[in-house]
């Protein structure tokens, strides 16, 4: 089965408060410029996740209402962090979320956090996803993980925090071993994080961020 032929998924984006994000990018962003960064990284996530075919939906889950009015008009389906009781417990909500009205929908939990994700990329990451019945990719650093995937009918089970390879791959999870999807595993948590996503090439709004935060730390505020 092509990846094209494969299902069509419903992904579920979390996003906590701008506020309280990114708060280990603060060696290289003050507490003025980092929220901007983190809506900025959500933006072009989300953007890239619209323009790949496998996609049905992008659900994001979060409470700001800054980073939920620009990104519903950005094309996403944003829905309240009703649970707020952490990153995986939001996962679980905003699958529970889209299979309220389409029951069997294959899902697949995405960080927030993917400047330099690429449509393509995702659509080969989904490509895969459809072979298993739970899958994940992991990051760029080995530790932690990018995507989750479930298919119809099977729990997301979503894990993610820290050492999170280890815990979905323990659940049962089968890893995608692909090569050449960099951007889908290059989060961004810290000031190296950053400066190799803009390796990769990042999207328009993360892109205009940093230019923010330079011209920011130029004039010594």
Request: hydrophobic share 50%; proline share 6%; with cysteine.
């Amino acid at each position: 089965m092509s990846a094209t032929e494969g299902p069509r998924w419903s992904l579920i984006v979390p996003l906590k408060p701008l506020r309280l994000a990114k708060s280990r990018l603060a060696d290289v962003a003050g507490d003025a410029v980092r929220p901007l960064l983190a809506l900025a990284f959500a933006e072009d996530t989300v953007a890239a996740a619209l323009t790949c075919a496998s996609v049905r939906e992008v659900l994001v889950v979060t409470d700001d209402p800054l980073a939920g009015g620009r990104l519903a008009r950005a094309g996403a389906r944003v829905v309240p962090d009703a649970p707020g009781s952490g990153l995986n417990a939001a996962l679980a909500y905003g699958a529970a979320t889209a299979r309220a009205a389409r029951p069997d929908a294959a899902v697949a939990a995405l960080n927030a956090d993917l400047p330099a994700l690429r449509g393509a990329e995702l659509l080969r990451v989904l490509g895969a996803a459809s072979q298993h019945a739970r899958s994940f990719l992991a990051d760029a650093a080995g530790v932690g993980t990018t995507l989750l995937a479930a298919a119809g009918g099977v729990d997301l089970g979503p894990a993610f925090g820290g050492p999170s390879r280890a815990r979905h791959r323990a659940s049962g999870a089968a890893e995608l071993l692909l090569d050449g999807v960099p951007g889908a595993r290059r989060d961004v948590d810290t000031g190296a994080d950053l400066r190799a996503a803009l390796a990769l090439g990042v999207g328009p709004r993360t892109a205009a961020g940093v230019r923010r935060l330079t011209a920011f730390a130029a004039s010594g505020r």
